[in-house]
T-cell receptor, first 116, second 113 residues
Framework: SQTIHQWPATLVQPVGSPLSLECTVE??????LYWYRQAAGRGLQLLFYSVGIGQISSEVPQNLSASRPQDRQFILSSKKLLLSDSGFYLCAWREGWGTTSTDTQYFGPGTRLTVL | QKEVEQDPGPLSVPEGAIVSLNCTYS??????FMWYRQYSRKGPELLMY????GNKEDGRFTAQVDKSSKYISLFIRDSQPSDSATYLC?????????????FGKGTKLSVKP
């Protein structure tokens, strides 16, 4: 069966500090991977998605970036955090496009980031 | 007009009540519909998946899609305190090909013992 991991679970960082959040998926190959941010009252905001190693699509302009160095690893980064970067960050996966799969996405446990 | 509208609640019901959660959408190309349940400080988990119009039942949960009205519903029968969570609807127009999910903002449900 497939599992998705995220770490750390919680993080408190000062404004202007760097950020690195990691997501890994087990039990599947060539998944699509997603980073979302969830802020109170604002729903899920898609930040980045990736259909393969080194392939990143950005949905919103921001000071965050994403990378996919391995097939089942997805990293969210920032060089300098802003107060507005606080939120609940969720990684998700789905079976790759072109398969006979559904469009269902499966979420990780999330990372709660507080920028002070 | 937003692509997906969902009443944020909060919705509070007594234990045993029938709960109705709803989403409306504007894109007639949507044909794959999902409901996710999210407990506080946890990631969303898939609850129901339906394709096109009609009903789908799984235990106490029934998902209903009315494409002519662009309206989807999730019914919870005999609601339990453990059903207290935020419920997110999601949808897309594509199957197995390009297309990302569009999510509603979620409805917060509280079931009181």
């Amino acid at each position: 069966s497939q599992t998705i991991h995220q770490w750390p679970a919680t993080l408190v960082q000062p404004v202007g500090s760097p950020l690195s959040l990691e997501c890994t998926v087990e039990g599947t190959s060539n998944p699509n991977l997603y980073w979302y941010r969830q802020a109170a009252g604002r729903g899920l905001q898609l930040l980045f998605y990736s259909v393969g190693i080194g392939q990143i699509s950005s949905e919103v302009p921001q000071n965050l970036s994403a990378s996919r160095p391995q097939d089942r690893q997805f990293i969210l980064s920032s060089k300098k955090l802003l107060l507005s970067d606080s939120g609940f960050y969720l990684c998700a996966w789905r079976e790759g496009w072109g398969t006979t799969s559904t469009d269902t996405q499966y979420f990780g446990p999330g990372t709660r980031l507080t920028v002070l | 007009q937003k692509e997906v509208e969902q009443d944020p609640g909060p919705l509070s019901v007594p234990e045993g009540a029938i709960v109705s959660l709803n989403c409306t959408y504007s894109n007639s190309a949507f044909q794959y519909f999902m409901w996710y349940r999210q407990y506080s400080r946890k990631g969303p988990e898939l609850l129901m998946y339906t394709y096109s119009s009609g009903n789908k039942e799984d235990g106490r949960f029934t998902a209903q899609v009315d494409k002519s009205s662009k309206y989807i519903s999730l019914f919870i029968r005999d609601s339990q305190p453990s059903d207290s969570a935020t419920y997110l609807c999601a949808m897309t127009g594509y199957g197995g090909s390009q297309g990302n999910l569009i999510f509603g903002k979620g409805t917060k449900l509280s079931v009181k013992p």
